[in-house]
């Protein structure tokens, strides 16, 4: 059965290099994906456009948006910002309730987000961490309670640019080898970041090794990684 | 498509108690399942029976193969020792290639075994040790070699007696609800370890419920968890 | 000598589940009780409650007083609650001091907390992060300083629905079967959430036999189980 | 080349003890050093001081700037305080910018802190958090922004008074045997914590038994030790 | 009651450094203490007396069993070493039952041993498991067995000469002020790792003030350290 | 001042991969390296060879005695092989100790061995165990001994196919720019794994951007990444 796909980044582009693959595959096998920015990365993480002269953020923020919503589109995907704003993304329990409805409403099965800790960015983990409350809110405890609850999603943290800094251990791989052109086309949108688009083209190789390592099955050509936060329930192992 | 599943353990009851419900969920959706026993645990586990006056060791271990065949036989699995002795388990090459032969022959999609710590049982992290290892070289390196290798197996961890103790986390819920009564047949037949049989038949309720609790699932009413090894390859997230 | 025990938990009823016993021990032998919860659990733990048309807030907090009392004592214990509000339990600056004079008004010997993760409660890490850093302000540097200090409290964390999830080892199995009869009478008050008076029935049979295989001691009939924060003192090994 | 060597401490005697010789070292060989204290610690870490009757926050806070600048003095690095108060150390989101720009200003080679966890002091994780992001904003992604940004420095922690339960391993000895001195005469200005000032000595000398048996250099008699966050980049191993 | 104490280490020096005062203190407490040393450290910690020419194996032997053996006594401990050479330690089935069978002799309350890792001791780490092993099978499964067992000890790991290094983390201070003469006096047997004995007392010291620290008990001035593996059952928190 | 590079592989291919650029470049610099290899993974790792009719063990072995040889030479270091056996590699108390004469011999500053863990390869966990012990026992104890020792080399762990299930986390990027056009070399004479060429190709371009990032120095272009094992003692931060 379908599966519905929410993920939440901290900055407009991250889904694009971690799950670009993993959404465009749910769309395909008949799924439906939304792609939720907390902030554009307007101020920290859009290189190229600082360099030119008399850059805006509000421009660099329309310019994000317009790539981001493109990327996805690719991918077959919603985009949706909500500006809370970048180094530093700061959170309050206003916005964390704006995340936990934002995840009641879209009731996702699979909703990704960024790891726990991340020594390169100082917006990550704190993306993490609102998430992760937020998801436990929008869930409540298995019983009835004072407000609307949805079905728990399964939590899945994809793939950061260090792994290894970053207490990420890939535990599933997805083969996305039958969208790869998509997730190229939805990488190749993010003028703004060109030198990361090589980066996680060879990512996707050699994840694709990996994911034939591990299962001995050599159709796969290209993998995503990601890690599952809670236990999966099956029918069988 | 119906899974080959191999559990191998370091005494012969282990698997009863710790993926008897996996192992007959597996058979009932058309798989076929295979025990393995490195030893029949006569000197160390066999409680009931060493109370008897006169008993020796070969009357344990006949007594023990009878109460394993018939528990692996209410699973729909087939049972088999190879008998290496117990308390303790001792793993010299020759065993370790034996091992390895045993897995290569059945060659499982499933491989099941022991965690890798146990304060309070002296074979079973030997038997992990061994299997884990065992397993690798019946894989290989995912490259021609100068021996048989076979597709490699996915490696599960079963629940120990005391997982915090034991390094093990469960991060997979199987729902053994459908073959509840198999298991609860399988361990009426382990007379020798009539103790463990409420024990285990607690922790299969609340491994349902914690398996509700993952997947907002609420037909789930038994569980049986585990801990998997190596990244699992998959569709979609 | 008799101890002073002081458990702070993030909702009203999570005393009784996961520490009854060893409140209900402590009192039995001379020592005193306090229980501080943070808040009701009025929005999110309040499952049967919410079920009947027309609950209210106010109402709910004041069942779960009435319960929260009843079964404090039944173990001997007081019961206060500190009214912060759940599913989000929030902690300012204000909240965290408020918290550090609690303790340090009741001086405990020991001080029993949640655990520091949990995937399934978005209450409990902020709990133990705030009750944590509250016992270390309430302490002091272990020198004379501007406020007022206590002698430092062992701090424990108590059992939680799903330990090997949450972080939490095992570390001290205290014998509750001399009050088993008193930890049953006070999980009975807790109408709102009967599911778990099984589950935790259970749980006190398993970490008996967990108590007896560790010690050897075969009259240990009921356990419950705690992880040690801080390093013990002892005269002797 | 000659370093900027930059500590942020949570209070103003941290330093002393933990960095002390490293600082007097890095200036030795030529280098830069500034020392930064979120507070002077003047309510939780001034023992002595609040022996004295009819003492006061502000002559304590006038006492531990005179001794925090005389010892900074030994080592040839300057002192500065922040002055945001202890027991409990607040940081909100105006403050964290505040020691981003204290970063940014001094664009240190090695940045020094405290550990991430001290289950014996409330501040110093505070301190640890928020330098450790402070960084992570002053650094920037390594592509041009919004903001000024400085070249990424090394992160090092220093030793903790229980290292073991702070979650601390020692990645690096500095040799501090020909600044010995220094530091000695740097923690004897600490009157108002005399009891450290053997106790630190005594774990210079093991530091210098740890640096030689690392390393079998005999002429090590003194060392301080370090523990690296992130990955360092060398010409050779 | 008293305890019954059994030290089992690599080298016959070893348990005066890391458990000289448990011992004594376990002694002037009325209990009963054997140690005993795997090897003598003959070829690999015999330092000093390596020094003299025409040295021979059998002469360091025999010093080191006298050095032992004094320093045994002024803890009031006996002194037995089972000789299986060092540098290094090697153990195989027989000598795993061997330790079992010593283990089982004494049926200690209280078990100490080393470490499982210690990167600067090639043989601290085997000690380890062949004495976790050999606990096991002495202590049995909990149930009649086809051999002798006896009550499960406490295993306690002693504290190794780097401890960060060594995944030592004390959860357990005990108090030796009152026994720190005989632990000074049995360290000054150790005539041929003189260099260790100041090391030792300041750690003594040390461990003193963290146990003040932990406890808020002013009396204690010196300690030592060890960390529990299983957990306790006690009576109340 | 110039260094004794000594590399200890499992087969006699993994020193090219994961370790090529550092001993080239310790050669630029001045130094020596010997690459030892404990068997020439004849058995599971010579991938192609096999494929080929009529293949037997001896050939494959001398092949790969030739491409190890002419893949060091590019290197500037000699090579030897143990020829231990592979698939399993199986290590003695003899082996053991030829481990260690060989490390004695080379009196190495660096030593560079696999990682503890790897689950898709049975013999580097082994190899790994084994150098590390014979790293010890080389070293001894840091006093006069029975037997020869030497200054403790720097131990290293090399990057594994798969690091982050390997218990791999990077602490250190060596420069291997200018040494680039040499590792291509070398791994081009790897005839029988050619699949490895480009994805250790892509590792190095990856491992330069790591090493950008945490620098800031621009110039690096290709990294190699390692884990350092022991502390490291240093003139200053």
């Known amino acids: ?59 660099v923020k329309r310019l994000r948006h317009a790539e981001a919503s493109a990327a996805a589109g690719h991918l077959g995907a919603s985009f949706r910002c909500l500006d809370f704003g970048d180094y530093p993304l700061q959170i309050d329990g206003e916005r964390l309730l704006a995340i936990a409805d934002v995840i009641r409403e879209f009731a996702p099965d699979v909703l990704i987000t960024h790891t726990s800790v991340d020594p390169f960015n100082p917006d990550h983990p704190v993306a993490f961490g609102a998430v992760d409350r937020a998801r436990s809110l929008a869930a409540g405890a298995g019983v009835p309670s004072a407000f609307g609850t949805i079905k728990p999603p399964q939590l899945f943290l994809f793939e950061p640019h260090q792994p290894e800094l970053c207490a990420f251990t890939p535990t599933v791989h997805v083969d996305i080898t039958s969208v790869w052109d998509q997730k190229v086309a939805a990488m190749a949108e993010m003028q703004a970041q060109q030198y990361l688009q090589t980066y996680y083209a060879q990512r996707g190789e050699q994840r694709g090794n990996h994911a034939r390592r591990a299962s001995g099955r050599s159709e796969v050509r290209y993998g995503e990684s990601f890690m599952r936060v809670l236990p999966q329930v099956v029918e069988e192992l």
């Open 1 to 59: 059965m379908p599966k519905r796909v929410q993920v939440i980044g901290a900055h407009s582009a991250d889904f694009v290099w971690r799950a670009g693959g993993a959404v465009a595959k749910a769309v395909a096998l008949g799924g439906v994906a939304e792609v939720i920015a907390l902030s554009y990365g307007e101020r920290g993480e859009s290189g190229e456009l600082w360099k030119q002269e008399g850059q805006t953020l509000e421009n």
